[in-house]
């Protein structure tokens, strides 16, 4: 795990969009996965940029979202559909069939899920996973206690993050209760892990994750295990690592040929 801490989440989700540019800059037909959530809205906004002020090219580029809540239709506010199309998707150069989203409406979860890995599969496997955090340890909507091998499918969003999500929702009542979700083994084979954390609300989940043990009941620290994974923090979200001096060192010192 490299720990990459940041003034501020500006900072950390500018070095984030300089990863997946340099990335997409040498693979055009790169293969990404995305988060929602108000974590990677700076990510966004500066990728939007890189592609507007410096013709950063999405015309090959291939999306995989993490997640979707189940019972919500593509059109609807609060669906991920919806969070993607307005955020990013619909101010680059992106092809709508290039664009992979679980479907909150599908018919047959099971069948639809075993769909998803698949085409995952045959687009060659994620190059770069954008992830959050939920307060809980929570990546996609793999809540405490998933399997770290599970793959894409449905699963019961816990009632603590069912709370924080109400603040997108008019009231608690309308967030859903299931989800569709790409597994924690799913996760595990992406070729890099860009986790990203930012405010105080996420320092205890991100304590338990990069220096806790590895633990079902603390569903990102799995990362500790993936062979490259990049954990960018705000300095609020890396308050209670112990080894805060020890990473900013490893940083500080990387040679120029490493430096994002
Ligand atoms: C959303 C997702 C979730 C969020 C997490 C943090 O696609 O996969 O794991 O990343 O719930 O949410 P925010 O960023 O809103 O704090």
């Not at 507007?52 to 189940?70: A, M, P």
């Not at 989800?179 to 799913?186: D, K, S």
Request: aromatic share 8%; net charge positive; with cysteine.
């Amino acid at each position: 795990m490299e720990i990459v801490i940041q003034k501020s989440a500006e900072e950390a989700a500018r070095i984030g969009a300089r990863i997946v540019a340099r990335q997409i800059q040498r693979k055009p037909n790169t293969v990404l996965g995305l988060a929602t959530g108000s974590t990677p809205l700076g990510l966004y906004r500066e990728l939007i940029r890189l592609h507007r002020e410096e013709g950063l090219d999405f015309s090959k580029v291939r999306t995989f979202n993490l997640d979707e809540y189940i019972g919500l239709s593509f059109d609807h506010p609060m669906s991920y559909h919806h969070f993607m199309w307005e955020n990013l998707f619909r101010h680059l150069n992106i092809a709508k069939k290039n664009v992979h989203i679980p479907d909150g409406l599908a018919k047959d979860v099971p069948a639809f899920c075993e769909r998803y890995e698949k085409d995952m599969k045959k687009a060659g496997g994620i190059d770069i996973q954008v992830l959050g955090i939920g307060s809980d340890g929570h990546i996609g909507f793999n809540e405490p206690t998933s399997s770290f091998s599970s793959r894409t499918r449905i699963k019961t969003l816990d009632g603590q993050t069912r709370k924080d999500n109400a603040r997108f929702f008019k009231s608690i009542t309308e967030v859903p209760h299931h989800c569709i979700t790409m597994g924690i083994g799913t996760i595990l084979e992406s070729r890099t892990c860009l986790l990203f954390a930012f405010g105080k609300g996420k320092a205890e989940a991100i304590r338990e994750s990069v220096e806790g043990p590895m633990a079902a009941m603390c569903p990102a620290s799995v990362l500790q295990w993936h062979r490259d994974t990049r954990v960018l923090l705000d300095e609020a979200a890396a308050s209670k690592l112990k080894k805060r001096a020890y990473y900013r060192s490893v940083y500080a010192g990387k040679p120029a040929w490493q430096q994002y």
